[in-house]
């Protein structure tokens, strides 16, 4: 009978884990859902046994066993049928479509506050970790660099994408990576169509910036290196300079200040929808204590 239950405990709490602890990607892995199951099943082929030897409790084993089968069967389906684990990355103001969740979220020009819009349904996602449906999101502060951006003379020059010259974020995300001097960076590009200039900037960390050779030494914070070229991708006379945050750097024939800023993006992560799971959960509770409930006291001797 110890075993039962130990084999019970152990497929359920394989399950509960993906809702206490979500986004790992072993949840995903055969081996974790098959595990899984192979505990369920072996429990309850110790019910053959059981239902001989203990036959007063047999109901309300098969209570138990009813519950965690819902649980487990859940949480297979989430870890088979799911999709992985994945960060969605807007700009302020962006709004990303995620066929994952059937949805698309909008991310604020201010405030943390970004929204997933199911069309018939929204689901707001703050600072808590938030249960839909089948998923659970929660945000993940990324570093973003704010770019702003003038002419020779200070006359303020409107920033767009490289490959959307319409969405006129001034966000950088920083998505893409390179190595550097053997340091690996992130970095992104943006575009100045006022004077068709195309800008490439890299992102170094405290550590990194404290290795480069410029004059003066940047210590201490962070720093964002920028590659100015025209159209045609050639790099402008002194088109390369790397400065501090929110300090104004002459690069190529612009004046360029990047400010360094915490901006969340989302992580989605499949788990058991929690209603099922906390009904299944429910009835192996009462078919544990029924079961206990029934157990015979042992008489003094």
């Not at 449906?133 to 994408?161: K, M, N, S, Y």
């Not at 004059?215 to 790397?242: K, M, S, T, Y």
Request: charged letters at 15%.
């Amino acid at each position: 009978m110890t075993l039962f239950w130990l084999l019970l405990l152990c497929a359920i709490g394989m399950v509960v884990a993906q809702d206490a602890y979500p986004g790992a990607a072993v949840y995903h892995a055969g081996w974790y859902n098959a595990f899984a199951i192979a505990s369920f099943v072996f429990a309850a082929w110790q019910l053959r046994s059981l239902q001989k030897t203990r036959a007063q409790r047999f109901p309300t084993l098969l209570v138990a066993t009813f519950g965690a089968a819902i649980v487990v069967f859940s949480g297979v389906a989430s870890g088979l049928m799911g999709p992985d684990t994945h960060t969605v990355v807007g700009a302020p103001g962006a709004s990303v479509r995620d066929d994952d969740v059937d949805g698309t979220f909008v991310f604020p020009l201010s405030g943390n506050t970004i929204t997933l819009d199911r069309g018939r349904s929204t689901v707001t996602v703050s600072s808590r970790r938030r249960y839909s449906g089948g998923f659970i999101f929660w945000q993940e502060p990324r570093t973003v660099v704010h770019i702003d951006a003038a002419d020779a003379r200070g006359g303020h020059l409107t920033v767009t994408q490289p490959t959307n010259a319409s969405f006129l974020s001034p966000v950088l995300l920083m998505q893409q990576q390179t190595t550097i001097d053997g340091m690996n960076v992130r970095f992104d590009s943006f575009s100045v169509p006022a004077v068709q200039r195309n800008v490439k900037a890299v992102l170094f960390t405290e550590q990194q910036a404290a290795q480069l050779h410029t004059d003066p030494p940047i210590i201490g914070e962070p720093a964002v290196l920028f590659a100015v070229a025209d159209n045609a991708d050639r790099v402008q006379p002194g088109g390369i300079g790397i400065a501090a945050p929110d300090v104004q750097k002459q690069v190529g024939g612009l004046r360029l200040t990047a400010t360094i800023l915490q901006y969340p993006a989302i992580v989605v992560a499949s788990a058991p929808y929690w209603p099922i799971l906390l009904l299944g959960l429910l009835l192996c509770v009462a078919g544990a204590l029924q079961t206990a409930a029934r157990t015979p006291s042992r008489s003094k001797t």
